[in-house]
Nanobody, 120 residues
Framework: QVQLVESGGGLVQPGGSLRLSCAAS????????MGWYRQAPGNERELVAR???????SSADSVKGRFTISIDNSKNTVYLQMNSLKPEDTAAYYC??????????????WGQGTQVTVSS
């Protein structure tokens, strides 16, 4: 009923930038919040940044000052601008959304993941 489609991952050198996008589609009634998580091999999935439909944001300490999350409510799309990338940012990045579908309780939805690799 809901699809999250991510784009923008890839290979970048340390100090470089990437912009991730995630578009939500389907039988969406309300989007409460969208965000990004990441998971590196051998590690647990961790929150990178989250933004509510009203624009309130939160982010991991490790990305503060380097990553910026934004949302376009008219397009049901969340963006993650990643600057000054470090090798330790290498991970699979997953889009997450808290969505209310008509006739269905509010739920959590996930994208398929996009790989970000920071390496020289």
């Amino acid at each position: 009923q809901v699809q999250l489609v991510e784009s923008g991952g890839g290979l970048v050198q340390p100090g470089g930038s990437l912009r991730l996008s995630c578009a939500a589609s389907g039988s969406i009634f309300v989007i409460y919040a969208m965000g990004w998580y990441r998971q590196a091999p051998g590690n647990e999935r961790e929150l990178v940044a989250r933004i509510t439909s009203g624009g309130s944001t939160s982010s991991a300490d490790s990305v503060k000052g380097r990553f910026t999350i934004s949302i376009d409510n008219s397009k049901n799309t969340v963006y993650l601008q990643m600057n000054s990338l470090k090798p330790e940012d290498t991970a699979a990045y997953y889009c997450h959304a808290e969505i209310k579908v008509l006739g269905v309780p509010r739920g959590d939805y996930w994208g398929q993941g996009t790989q970000v690799t920071v390496s020289s």
